[in-house]
């Protein structure tokens, strides 16, 4: 692995920003973001990452790689889940084996966000297709999670409505602004969307190190919850992104040969959501314990996929 990449990486103001709300937390800090500037941040991070895809692919078009890469994506958010499920189950329940198997298959927002800023600072572009990439990987792991647990747990089958947790998936608020910022940045008249350029552009790393500060904070408080559960998460969390990240890496030249895309197919398969999945399993997986499957995701896949996964996925990659 390239080190002076992964120094890069780890002196990122953005990163830096995560580490700080850790040590806020760590050392009892008053320090907090109002949870309304938080919503606020993760909402316009969508958008604008969002926005930007669209007006891509507006530029780009649609080629036989974008087909390929949807259907990529849709594959690998369904088999995540069902590998992780088999492997999680010897050890935890059916429920919250079905909640982390959905989380680890689908996909974290902030850390495709964190990775596109990577990709920025290394001078390479990414295709907008993969905006619609990660907003395809999102709901399918939650289907796949949700019929896991209904499969191997009967009294969670007769009490799920299996339309409005596949109703609610398709319809959460991360997936509702991802695709429908998308549309809009592809429909849209460039001479115009060119007007809020400065909103979508110029501060984008300002409010994504705020929101990563945010993060670190609530990753320091969701740890203590987490360390209960002992090895078995904690090496889950660690290792099982690792090895899927690097394996989506190499199986990605399949449909792309664009590194940029083949760095964020890795990290997306790699990344773990604690926003929507949590939404999700709160109706379709009651008896699953968030203080479980959140601290998972956000406390320890979250940091480890940006320090150690991007430089190694970024590695694989170019080999």
């Known amino acids: 692995m390239n080190v002076e990449i992964l120094i890069q990486n780890i002196t990122n103001p953005t990163l830096l920003f995560f580490v700080l709300g850790i040590i806020a937390n760590r050392v009892k800090s008053?320090?907090?973001?109002?949870?309304?500037?938080?919503?606020?941040?993760?909402?316009?991070?969508?958008?604008?990452?969002?926005?930007?895809?669209?007006?891509?692919?507006?530029?780009?078009?649609?080629?036989?790689?974008?087909?390929?890469?949807?259907?990529?994506?849709?594959?690998?958010?369904?088999?995540?889940?069902?590998?992780?499920?088999?492997?999680?189950?010897?050890?935890?329940?059916?429920?919250?084996?079905?909640?982390?198997?959905?989380?680890?298959?689908?996909?974290?927002?902030?850390?495709?966000?964190?990775?596109?800023?990577?990709?920025?600072?290394?001078?390479?572009?990414?295709?907008?297709?993969?905006?619609?990439?990660?907003?395809?990987?999102?709901?399918?792991?939650?289907?796949?999670?949700?019929?896991?647990?209904?499969l191997y747990d009967s009294e969670q089958r007769a009490n799920n409505n299996f339309k409005s947790i596949l109703h609610h998936s398709l319809t959460n608020a991360s997936v509702m602004m991802i695709i429908g910022s998308l549309v809009i940045g592809l429909i849209s008249d460039s001479k115009q969307a060119r007007g809020i350029e400065p909103f979508t552009t110029d501060i984008f790393k300002g409010f994504l190190a705020i929101f990563l500060l945010e993060m670190g904070l609530v990753s320091s408080q969701k740890f203590n919850s987490f360390l209960r559960y002992g090895w078995f998460a904690t090496l889950f969390g660690v290792l099982f992104p690792l090895i899927i990240g690097s394996l989506v890496a190499f199986a990605s030249q399949l449909v792309t040969d664009n590194t940029a895309n083949r760095f964020l197919f890795a990290i997306l398969a790699a990344s773990a959501s604690y926003i929507a999945v949590?939404?999700?399993?709160?109706?379709?997986?009651?008896?699953?314990?968030?203080?479980?499957y959140i601290p998972m995701a956000l406390a320890v896949t979250f940091p480890i996929n940006l320090t150690i996964g991007m430089p190694l996925y970024f590695y694989l990659v170019n080999l």
């Open 278 to 292: 949590p939404a999700s399993m709160r109706i379709a997986a009651p008896k699953s314990d968030p203080g479980l």
């Open 30 to 150: 008053d320090l907090e973001i109002p949870a309304t500037t938080s919503k606020f941040i993760s909402l316009y991070l969508l958008f604008s990452i969002g926005f930007k895809g669209g007006q891509e692919l507006t530029h780009s078009g649609f080629t036989s790689e974008i087909v390929y890469s949807l259907i990529f994506a849709i594959v690998i958010s369904s088999l995540i889940p069902i590998i992780s499920f088999y492997i999680l189950k010897t050890k935890l329940s059916i429920s919250d084996s079905g909640a982390v198997a959905a989380a680890y298959g689908s996909v974290s927002a902030v850390t495709f966000v964190a990775a596109s800023n990577f990709l920025e600072s290394q001078g390479l572009d990414f295709g907008g297709h993969m905006v619609a990439v990660m907003a395809m990987m999102e709901s399918p792991a939650i289907i796949v999670g949700v019929t896991l647990i209904m």
